[in-house]
């Protein structure tokens, strides 16, 4: 499969903001179901952002008005703006493909292709 790499983490206070970007490398991005999920020290993956092939996003309930997930097809790239970022938001983050029950639930499970993550840390 098309091998995701992410970039754009790093380290910002609270309020600031951060843009990731995921480039597909070596072959197409499955574009069905590509988002981007967290996952944080001893905590559980967790589904952050979805977007369909229709265009149709979802979000987490909290970080809905402060994430945004696009795409360029052309570029074969995904991109996720995070703005007025918030300590619990500190975390690895992977973009992803997978089955589109990820776009209407975010459960993780229903992913089956990702990258290597990029840290992303916020300080109060």
């Known amino acids: 499969e098309v091998q995701l790499v992410e970039s754009g983490g790093g380290s910002v206070q609270a309020g600031g903001s951060l843009k990731l970007t995921c480039t597909g490398s070596?072959?197409?991005?499955?574009?069905?179901?590509v988002g981007w999920f967290r996952q944080a020290p001893g905590k559980e993956r967790e589904g952050v952002a979805g977007?369909?092939?229709?265009?149709?996003?979802r979000y987490f309930n909290s970080v809905k008005g402060r994430f945004t997930i696009s795409r360029e097809n052309g570029k074969n790239t995904l991109s996720l703006q995070m703005n007025d970022l918030k300590p619990e938001d500190t975390a690895t983050y992977y973009c992803?493909?997978?089955?589109?029950?990820?776009?209407?639930?975010?459960?993780?499970?229903?992913?089956?292709?990702w990258g290597q993550g990029a840290l992303v840390s916020v300080s109060a």
């Open positions: 977007i369909d092939v229709t265009g149709e996003t």
């Open positions: 070596g072959s197409t991005i499955r574009w069905s179901c």
């Open positions: 992803a493909s997978g089955r589109r029950d990820y776009c209407r639930g975010l459960l993780t499970e229903y992913l089956d292709n």
